[in-house]
């Protein structure tokens, strides 16, 4: 039952995302982006702050263990942003050190999407093991964690299109590259259900990593795109979506509970 439920979920999350991703970039939800912004940063917060951090510390692991494996993990997700920022920066010198060579700028346009297809399909790989965390916790917590992961990703998922779209023939291409990316989720589930099964006393810790990286990504990802001078009406619609998003898991933790 488990194990069933991490494959729905982690499916769900991995490749539903990036259909989301694609109609948000190039479909009719493409005028609702900024809000697809708030609504994950709700969702994000809410899931870890009032969902999976509860869990984990109603646990018998010390508070100040699961503290510092906080603290540790927003850090280490602050490393990994850093690590991807400067090889995309690299990547990105490259091309234009070529630009003058047609050839050579459509090798490295080639080169960086697959870069980009195996940045995120490692991602994927880890969002699974995150989800499989929560399942192994309790099913609800698990259908929380993949929507939660689900949210987060299409704003990932959308910036991956816009690179692949450039070196693809077809948006279909791009879709179906992407897609097969996010189904790497599952295999991280797998990978997760054996892992957390093997190191279940380790199960809270799990779960405060999932948190620094929900948290993480919602103030330092997604916030701050949001931090724009605009104008009241565009102010409110923000702060709406971002209490939809808090809403929606709090509706959804108690329809699943």
């Known amino acids: 039952m488990t194990l069933m439920a991490i494959l729905l979920g982690t499916l769900s999350a991995g490749i539903g995302s990036v259909w989301l991703a694609a109609a948000l970039s190039f479909g009719v939800l493409a005028r609702y982006t900024q809000h697809m912004l708030s609504l994950a940063a709700g969702a994000l917060m809410a899931t870890a702050f009032l969902h999976l951090l509860p869990e984990a510390f109603e646990s018998e692991a010390g508070a100040h263990d699961l503290f510092l494996t906080l603290l540790v993990g927003v850090v280490f997700f602050f ?5 991807e920022l400067w090889h995309h ?22 080169a960086g999407s697959w870069s980009v297809l195996a940045g995120d399909s490692v991602h994927c790989f880890g969002d699974g093991i995150l989800i499989a965390s929560a399942f192994m916790a ?4 698990g259908a929380l964690a993949a929507l939660a992961v689900l949210v987060h990703e299409v704003p990932h998922h959308m910036g991956d299109l816009m690179v692949l779209r450039q ?17 790497l989720t599952a295999l991280g ?20 990593m999932a948190s620094s990286s929900f948290i993480y990504v919602a103030l330092a990802d997604l916030i701050p795109q949001l931090q724009k001078r605009l104008s ?4 409110a619609a923000q702060i709406a979506w971002l209490m939809t998003g808090m809403a929606l898991v709090m509706i959804v933790g108690r329809l699943a509970h």
């Open 89 to 110: 920066g690299h990547e990105h010198h490259q091309v234009h050190g070529h630009a003058g060579h047609d050839a050579g700028h459509h090798h490295e346009h080639r």
């Open 189 to 208: 589930g797998l990978a997760g259900f054996w892992l957390v099964d093997q190191l279940h006393d380790y199960l809270p810790y799990f779960l405060v």
């Open 138 to 141: 309790d099913l609800r917590l």
């Open 167 to 183: 070196s693809t023939d077809t948006r279909k291409a791009a879709i179906l590259k992407v897609s097969l990316a996010g189904a």
């Open 232 to 235: 009241l009406r565009e102010t």
């Open 79 to 83: 490393l990994l942003d850093k690590a």
